[in-house]
């Protein structure tokens, strides 16, 4: 079980927007430690796709957006591609476990 | 350019000790705020994290493994070693190495390959 726990799968027709949500709890996400996610193509290495709960890094399309409330984060991305389909994992640092955490990850389907 | 690579045995048996050592370059592991960390990914599942080393020498290690890791440095080298004892069929693993940067808010943003490792006899 993740600390950080993500729905299995999400999908969506290309053009739509669709959301990711990865919940933690008082000691991660809740705690005000900051929330990434990464995405892996399949049979790829993993890529940073948003840092810091919101920002993009340098070469990420803004039609990636992060964002947080309470004990939860959000990834959104809009005007979905058939390339955006891939695995997505977020991830965040927990101070009772003093050490990073990931989620279990989401798989995306462009229909 | 900045790189991390991966290397280590292909086939561990189980009860062993697997050693891996990551390679990089195009940054220091003295520079105030880095810090490489290793995570793995067995097949067809999640990334899961196993151990971090500072700039600091500062180490952290996942707690569901902390008795069965090890994490050093060379900073000359531009080496960071991680050591699993007592593997088992369940440490089959793709594992990376990364670099953690204060930069863009402590996330791993630059990955190595990757090395596939299968624990069994």
């Known amino acids: 079980q993740s600390v950080l726990t993500q729905p299995p799968s999400v999908s969506g027709a290309p053009g739509q927007r669709v959301t990711i949500s990865c919940t933690g709890s008082s000691s991660n996400i809740g705690a005000g430690y900051d929330v990434q996610w990464y995405r892996q193509l399949p049979g790829t290495v993993p890529k940073l796709l948003i840092f810091?709960?919101?920002n993009r890094p340098s070469g990420v399309p803004d039609r990636f957006s992060g964002s947080n409330s309470g004990t939860s984060a959000s990834l959104a991305i809009t005007g979905l591609q058939a390339e955006d389909e891939a695995d997505y994992y977020c991830q965040s640092y927990d101070r009772s476990l003093r050490g990073w955490v990931f989620g279990g990850g989401t798989k995306l389907t462009v229909l | 350019q900045i790189t991390l690579k991966e290397s280590g045995p292909p086939l561990v048996k189980p009860t062993q000790t697997l050693t891996l050592t990551c390679t990089f370059s195009?940054?220091?592991?003295?520079?105030?705020?880095?810090?490489v960390g290793w995570i793995r990914q067995p097949p067809g599942k999640a990334l899961e994290w196993l151990a971090l080393?500072?700039?600091?020498?500062?180490?952290r290690w996942s707690a569901s493994l902390k008795s069965r890791l090890t994490i050093t440095k060379d900073t000359s080298k531009k080496q960071v070693v991680l050591t699993l004892a007592n593997v088992d069929p369940a440490d089959t693993a793709t594992y990376y190495c990364?670099?953690?940067?204060?930069?863009?808010?402590?996330?791993?943003?630059?990955w190595g390959q990757g090395t596939l490792v299968t624990v069994s006899s």
């Open positions: 990364a670099r953690l940067t204060g930069d863009l808010r402590d996330s791993f943003d630059i």
């Open positions: 195009g940054f220091s592991l003295s520079t105030s705020g880095v810090g």
């Open positions: 080393i500072y700039w600091d020498d500062d180490k």
């Open positions: 810091g709960n919101t």
